[in-house]
């Protein structure tokens, strides 16, 4: 039982340390979409100053930034929607709140190792089963779930721990795979947001290639009109 239970704590440990990182990632995401939205919002009240200043009435680039103003709007009201239904703060918040009750049970369960290490004494059936289902009750009771990459990166911060090494005290996860798992874990909460800034950008970099000047004049106009009669 003493070695069951010893399990236990590094499963409670592994599980509480992936729901961490989890927090972290999704209070990331929220303060990028937090930062993006504004500047996107800021930018989209910018736009027509620009145009008023830089672009003459009729001409290319008053068409491009006209149409760019008008899709860069319906992008950020669409943005806006997805990040408020991912309710990313809440979970965050439910995930990291799960993490300490975690924390806490893990820290019974080495007491309870200690106990009867100094006791001499095995770890009795009866607390190998309570404190497992009261294992499994604190993991359900939070509604969300964190990522494999979570339980990655966890093992990649802690793969020379005892736990995670091999039989020569080698780590188990060599140091590229633990450098890849670190690089995949930022990348998983900066990829939209890159995705994004990308598209924006390349949109208003487009405009420094549209003909400012190809505005049709009233003279072309008039002359226009007269071969036509």
């Known amino acids: 039982m003493y070695d069951y239970l010893n399990g236990l704590r590094t499963d409670v440990w592994r599980t509480s340390g992936a729901?961490?990182?989890?927090?972290?990632?999704?209070?990331?995401?929220?303060?990028?979409?937090?930062?993006?939205l504004a500047l996107f919002s800021a930018?989209?009240?910018?736009l027509p100053f620009f145009q008023k200043v830089y672009a003459q009435p009729g001409s290319s680039l008053d068409n491009y930034l006209t149409t760019f103003a008008v899709a860069l709007g319906i992008f950020l009201l669409a943005i806006s929607l997805i990040e408020w239904g991912a309710k990313t703060g809440a979970m965050a918040e439910a995930l990291h709140k799960n993490a300490e009750q975690l924390n806490g049970l893990r820290r019974a369960i080495e007491l309870r190792l200690a106990m009867a290490a100094s006791s001499g004494t095995?770890?009795?059936q009866t607390d190998a089963v309570e404190l497992s289902e009261k294992y499994e009750q604190i993991k359900h009771s939070c509604g969300h779930n964190h990522l494999p990459i979570d339980d990655r990166l966890f093992l990649a911060s802690n793969r020379f721990a005892p736990e995670f090494v091999g039989p020569s005290n080698a780590p188990r996860l060599n140091f590229f795979t633990a450098i890849a798992n670190r690089a995949s874990w930022q990348m998983t909460s900066l990829w939209f947001f890159a995705v994004l800034w990308t598209v924006v950008l390349a949109g208003l970099f487009l405009a420094f290639f549209v003909d400012a000047s190809a505005v049709p004049s009233v003279a072309a106009k008039s002359t226009v009109a007269f071969v036509s009669v």
Do not use: I, P, Q
């Open 43 to 46: 930018m989209s009240g910018a």
């Open 122 to 124: 095995d770890v009795t």
């Open 19 to 36: 729901r961490y990182n989890a927090a972290r990632r999704l209070r990331r995401r929220e303060n990028l979409s937090v930062f993006s």
